[in-house]
């Protein structure tokens, strides 16, 4: 991902740094209103519809980042216990399931009370969300798809590869 170099004063919607961000990609995005932004980003695995809300008054920046990966209600059990599971190795964000539509979910929420906005803090921002939902998009589709458990689904994406071949 690259660095994002623009200047901008404390008093800057962050809003508006991330949909300079998003012109220095290329990512298609909307500026549904002065406090929210939604990114579309396409992965490795799928597209990522990212949506950016700032809240002025927690002085936040909140980041939820949908893909395609709906949950059918034979699997709901099995998928709980996969967010579970996700969501006790993050140190940043979580993973969450809309019920009503079967929608799975990253979020994560940047407080930044009194802080000197950056453009660094937003770009790290975007990227953690992308690389968290790139990193564990194939355990869901494990356990949707392929009926895997969460345990075999997660034991099959966290291999870590070491050297070269």
Not at 66 to 89: G, H, P, S, W
């Amino acid at each position: 991902m690259a660095t994002a170099q623009a200047n901008f004063d404390r008093y800057t919607n962050p809003v508006d740094m991330v949909e300079h961000i998003a012109t220095i990609h290329d990512w298609t995005f909307e500026r549904t209103a002065p406090d929210e932004l939604t990114l579309s980003v396409a992965g490795e695995w799928c597209d990522y519809h990212i949506s950016l809300t700032w809240r002025d008054d927690l002085e936040a920046l909140h980041l939820a980042c949908a893909f395609d990966c709906k949950t059918a209600v034979l699997r709901l059990n099995e998928v709980y216990r996969l967010l579970a599971m996700i969501n006790e190795q993050l140190w940043l964000g979580h993973f969450d399931l809309w019920k009503e539509d079967g929608m799975l979910l990253y979020r994560h929420g940047l407080l930044l009370t009194g802080a000197e906005t950056q453009a660094s803090q937003c770009e790290a921002l975007l990227k953690a969300a992308l690389e968290t939902c790139e990193r564990y998009y194939q355990s869901f589709q494990f356990v949707l798809w392929a009926g895997k458990s969460a345990e075999d689904a997660l034991a099959a994406t966290m291999f870590e590869t070491q050297g070269q071949a």
